[in-house]
Each structure stands twice: as C-alpha cells, then as structure tokens.
C-alpha cells in the first residue's frame, strides 16, 4: 500500500531470509515499476480496487493477470474514471471483458473514499514529530535482534551489511 500512498521506494525483505545464508533487502521504486511494466500510481490504485487491498473487497474472479489486462484498456485516466470505464465494460455485452466482470462488481467498487485515501493520505507532517536522527548504533541493533527476534549477531551483522549495500544504490 505504500506506493499507492505515494512513497518513492518501499524496501521488502528485512526479516526474511532468501534459501542462501544471506539476507536480501530488496528496494522496489515507483520509477522502477513504471520502466519495467509501464504502470503509474493511478493505475496500481486501480489495480487494488481490482484485486482487493486492506481498504475495498476487489473482483471475485479477477487475479493479477486479468487486472493488469483490464488497466491496459483503461490506462491514462485517473482511477475515478478508470473504475468508472471497468464498470462500463461489465455492462457491456460486446466487450470482451463482459464475462469476466458481469455480475461481479460490487456497490462500492467505485467508492471515491478509498482512491481519495489513497491521493490523499493524512499524514502527520514531519516537522510536527519530534524525530533526531543520530549515527546508526550498529551495537545496540544486535543487541535488540537478539533479545527480540533470536537473531545472531552474524546474523545481525550480515543484514546490515547487505542493507547498507542495497541504500547505497
């Protein structure tokens, strides 16, 4: 949800641990994502109201290949107007999307509360946190690790480092 909310990055993998020994932080971008399958952040909020999020219920019956199919017929608009166009096409008999989505769509499938929850987080503005940051106390994180999540400190030790590695890009 955080890059629908508008974060830049999201960073996945920080209490995983890939087949290997070492921990993979991987960091996933918008500009990333827009490269590599072309989508904005207009079209992943329709991509969760397809597909169900914390926030709405999605399509019974669509997954994650026939959402993307359906974004590309309705890309370029803003989400209100996509949604809008997806539940054109499910009353549409002549649309090739008509038996995907006939009967499916719920009331609230539109609903422009979650899309402008999306657009519009509210958010507390930094300045009003009281947040210092200081130098990265790598002694006090493997003691924490341990304590809380049973971790070595190698463990500890080679997850910073990969972290480390992966910010640096």
């Not at 109201?49 to 399509?59: E, N, R, V």
């Not at 669509?62 to 993307?68: D, E, Q, S």
């Not at 649309?95 to 899309?115: A, C, E, M, P």
């Amino acid at each position: 949800d955080c890059l629908l909310f508008g974060a830049e990055s999201v960073y996945r993998g920080f209490f995983g641990v890939n087949r290997g020994s070492s921990i993979k932080v991987r960091r996933i971008s918008m500009d990333q994502i827009s490269k590599t399958i072309g989508l904005k952040r207009a079209d992943l909020i329709v991509l969760a109201h397809l597909l169900g999020c914390d926030y709405c219920t999605g399509i019974d019956g669509i997954g994650p290949k026939r959402a993307f199919e359906l974004i590309q017929q309705v890309k370029g608009s803003d989400p209100s107007s996509a949604l809008e166009s997806i539940v054109a096409l499910s009353n549409n008999p002549e649309s090739k999307y008509y038996s995907w989505l006939k009967g499916k769509i719920t009331q609230n499938f539109t609903d422009s509360r979650v899309t402008q929850a999306f657009l519009n987080p509210i958010v507390t503005p930094l300045k009003a946190c009281d947040l210092n940051w200081g130098k990265f106390d790598c002694e006090r994180l493997e003691q924490f690790m341990a304590i809380n999540a049973k971790w070595s400190r190698e463990k500890t030790k080679r997850f910073l480092q990969d972290l480390l590695k992966n910010n640096r890009r």
